[in-house]
């Protein structure tokens, strides 16, 4: 019997985030997200995935015009909701990105 399939889905503001994102960091969301739907998040880890506070987690996606992060919360039964995506252009993570995710985790 094979693993359940995770289902990964997008809040309509950060399908908008990602649809802005150049082609190579889109592809790159794709590739990590079949892995996470293939596997599970807990077996994907670095450098694709990590724990970053709370419920919140990112997907790291690099592509040629830089770095890019989809931030996401796993949900009950096998659900992963993507929450915010945003272009990294410092090593931390901007707290305002942080900021934005928890507030539209809440509304989950």
């Not at 790159?28 to 990590?50: K, T």
């Not at 015009?65 to 096998?78: E, F, K, L, M, P």
């Not at 945003?86 to 985790?105: C, L, V």
Request: hydrophobic share 45%.
């Amino acid at each position: 019997m094979g693993a359940q399939r995770w289902i990964i889905e997008l809040i309509p503001e950060a399908e908008a985030e990602l649809k802005a994102m150049p082609a190579d960091i889109r592809a790159q969301f794709i590739h990590i997200g079949v892995m996470i739907a293939e596997s599970g998040p807990h077996h994907v880890g670095m450098p694709h995935v990590r724990h970053m506070e709370g419920k919140l987690w990112e997907m790291r996606m690099k592509g040629r015009d830089g770095i890019a992060r989809a931030v996401y919360v796993t949900q009950h039964g096998c659900r992963l909701t993507v929450i915010h995506v945003f272009a990294k252009k410092t090593q931390k993570t901007p707290r305002r990105a942080i900021e934005i995710a928890m507030n539209r985790m809440r509304t989950l």
